[in-house]
């Protein structure tokens, strides 16, 4: 990096606040809230989509269906954050970012349209390759732009779209797939029926690709990120948008504080992406470790999302109001991103882990406390569930893409969490497989457990908090 590059990064690491106009939050956040509706919208919509495009399907067996596309999602996904996502350390965050959404909207679109299961696993898989890189590289760029001392805030601001977008995801497939039927059995404004049968779940991903549109075209607004142009030698375009940032500041701030003297100047090796990821030794065991991390939480994240009503219905609930408590649960997940928002600066990224373990493993246990048939118990379990298994995501997100440096950074961050995703993939096929001999209470142990393991390893991870990023991943 040359001194002129070094300044500029300098100027930009001075600013104590977001400097963009704050509409480009939003911008980044609708394609946040898209990503996570289409993640949540095959939760409760597969029993319709299943019965209308599998032969001899019937919302007794449709669950033996689902494990395929939500494998091939994650297959897709890992995809997509291995293969895409490097392409923006070389080409540019912004241009990928259109790139990426444009993909997960023509799968949303795909599946819309699919007229049988081949079609509809293709259509999954697509979408999840898009998710993938998409995730990846937002949660690059909003590292690079926001300030220093807000690097974990911006990315929870983020992610409670990602909240919202589950939400709605939730009760429109309940609204749009489900009959209606007395509260607690169902919703009593529910439209699936003869008069709407079918059309509920193409109707859901159809949003989803619309939703995709929207996206795209605002992230047309988004500036290039100054760190990525300083690595390009790209001065002159850096140097203007740091301009831009500076002057947006001081308009709501005031003065800003004066520029470093000590600028570093580390040597910037030609740019060999993972290689030089694996290469490195420090980037190696960071690697190692926040993958294993990863691997983990995804595992809980996943199980939860895939066995939580499997878990209900062990405890005597039936399939309704199962989905019910699960669709009340998932107000914990936009409570947890806005925990993650307002506290997630005050102490280190590691140490948030343990917290969300803790707070899963109570949420477990209220649950199978309550017993059976105790909806209000059940449900405030369900929101403590969410709230734990959450709440460490936009952190964490934060806290992996601080441990690389700009030129391998979208890279670093895929290589972690999206191979990640491989335990996601084992936990959901193993706790299909145990629940009936483990029990509820075993389940939800299994839950927390993976956080608590992760937890341990997390405290060999690197602090990053308040620290400029190229002090952390030179």
Known sequence: MSLEGAHIIARQDRIPAWSFPYLFIAIIGIGFLFTFFDIFDINVSFIQTCTQIVPGCTPVNAASYLGLPVLLNLVGYVIGALFISPFADRFGRRDILVVTLVITGLGSLYNALAGDYTN??????????????????????ISEVAPVGGRGQYNALIFIMSGMGALIAVWLGLTLTTPAAPFPFGLPFAVAGPHFEGAGWRIMYGIGALLAVVGVLLRFELPESPRWL????????????????????????????PVPTDLPLPTTPERVGYMEILRNPLYLRRSILLFFIWLLCHATLYSNAAGFTVILAALGYAPPVAGLIVAIGVFGFLIGAYIAYA??????????????????????????????????????????????????????????????PTRARAAGFALVEGGGHIGGGLAVILIGSIISSIGPLGSFLLLGGYLVVASVLAMFGTSTRNKRLDEVAP
């Open 343 to 404: 506290f997630g600066e005050k102490m280190e990224r590691k140490y948030w882990l343990p917290v969300a373990a803790v707070l899963t493993l109570i949420g477990g246990l209220i649950i199978v406390l309550g017993g059976r048939n105790n909806l209000p118990v059940a449900a405030l379990g369900a929101i403590i569930i969410f709230i734990g298994t959450d709440i460490f995501v936009p952190i964490a997100y934060a806290w992996s893409t601080e441990n690389y």
């Open 230 to 257: 300083v690595t390009e030698g790209r001065f002159a375009d850096a140097n203007r948008i740091v301009s831009k940032m500076e002057a947006s500041a001081t308009s709501r701030g005031g003065a800003l504080p």
């Open 120 to 141: 509809f696993i293709l259509a999954r898989t697509i979408t999840g390759i898009g998710i993938g890189a998409d995730l990846a590289i937002v949660n690059t760029y």
